[in-house]
């Protein structure tokens, strides 16, 4: 156990299905030596769910309230639902309090709106450069940022930490100094307790394996409060987050693991239920954390490019206007002296 990290799991499941994942003394024993958190999605706030934490509570679990929205109203929070995502919050504290739960944290998932992912995926590159081009028009991002961070005051004063669930392009902004990322996606930086990046390895693309390789936690992982790595899909999961994403390898997983446990203390795994349906718990608390996977430099190369590409064009837009501007002073200048050039040639002439 020397070394390792806390790992806190993402679980999806709620009601009687959370219930009876919980009914195995096992898994609670496993957890409770451990010392394993866990992330409850709050879908639905239900009286089972309530129950469930209940006996996590009882048991010294950690608790995490992931708030996620239903799915006709796109289960993340970005720019477009920050009025859903503090109605939320209220409600979910008025559930918790009710219920008398004890929560350690509430974690707000930053994603972009489910809808434009969806066309995203369907459009292409295209698609995307388009947002980015026209980034500077997304007139939601400061009244919705402003929200926000009202809203994490108000998690602060009711007595929670706050732990912000962000895709590591978040990173990329901050260090182009922009918004540009955020704009283009929906999304909004904020001050957390934990930032948690979702440096997931699972890709659609059979040219990579599906595989990533640990690339992503390789590069951001140094600017992480704690990273979230998988996928492990149970068969009963409902988020369309990661129902696409194919299945990590456990060999693929351990080594996503032990290279997250180089850069941060705090690991978020997807998902509980996942793990538990493939049986790979008893791996878990046999790995060893003194061992730093060195991910394909082919990959790793793929990841930095496209960063340096992107900074690129960020800089290229922060800078354009600024740029046009002064551009344009120096061709009036330029004129001016050419004038004054032209008017001392014309009197010498005309003498």
């Known amino acids: 156990m020397s070394g390792r990290p806390q790992i806190i799991f993402f679980c999806e499941l709620e009601g009687s299905a959370l219930l009876g994942l919980l009914a195995d003394p096992k898994l609670l024993s496993f957890l409770t030596t451990g010392d394993y958190g866990i992330a409850v999605a709050l879908h639905n706030l239900s009286a089972e769910t309530a129950q469930a934490i209940a006996i996590l509570n009882q048991h010294r679990i950690p608790v ?51 809808g434009e992912v969806i066309a995203s995926r369907r459009r292409g590159i295209r698609d995307i450069a388009r947002r980015i081009w026209l980034a500077h028009e997304n007139v939601l991002y400061e009244s919705a940022r402003s929200a926000y961070i009202d809203l994490i005051a108000e998690i602060h004063h009711d007595g929670y930490e706050v732990h912000t669930y962000q895709l590591p392009l978040i990173v990329d902004d901050r260090r182009a100094a922009t918004t540009t990322i955020q704009r283009a996606l929906d999304i909004v930086d904020l001050p957390a307790d934990v930032e948690v990046l979702l440096c997931f390895s699972s890709i659609p693309i059979e040219q990579f394996g599906n595989d990533l390789g640990g690339a992503l936690i390789d590069i951001y992982g140094s600017a992480a409060d704690a990273i979230g790595v998988g996928c492990i899909v149970g068969s009963a999961v409902r988020s369309s987050s990661v129902e696409d994403l194919p299945p990590l390898t456990w060999d693929a997983l351990e080594r996503d693991l032990q290279l997250a446990a180089h850069y941060t203390d705090t690991i978020y795994l997807f998902s509980l239920e996942g793990c538990v349906e493939r049986g790979l718990l008893p791996r878990l608390a046999q790995i060893d954390w003194t061992v730093v996977p060195r991910p394909e430099l082919t990959k790793r190369l793929l990841v ?3 960063r340096a590409l992107l900074l690129v064009v960020m800089l290229a837009m922060r800078f354009s206007r600024p740029l046009l501007a002064w551009s344009g002073w120096i061709v009036a200048l330029i004129l001016f002296v050419r004038l004054r050039q032209q008017k001392r040639y014309d009197n010498d002439f005309s003498r």
């Open 64 to 114: 995490i309230a992931w708030l996620l929205l239903s799915a006709e109203e796109g289960f993340w929070f970005n720019l477009q639902n920050y009025p859903q995502a503090i109605e939320r919050y209220r409600s979910a504290r008025q559930w918790i309090r009710s219920h008398n739960l004890r929560i350690q944290a509430i974690g707000l998932d930053i994603e972009p709106p489910l």
């Open 304 to 306: 930095r490019g496209l």
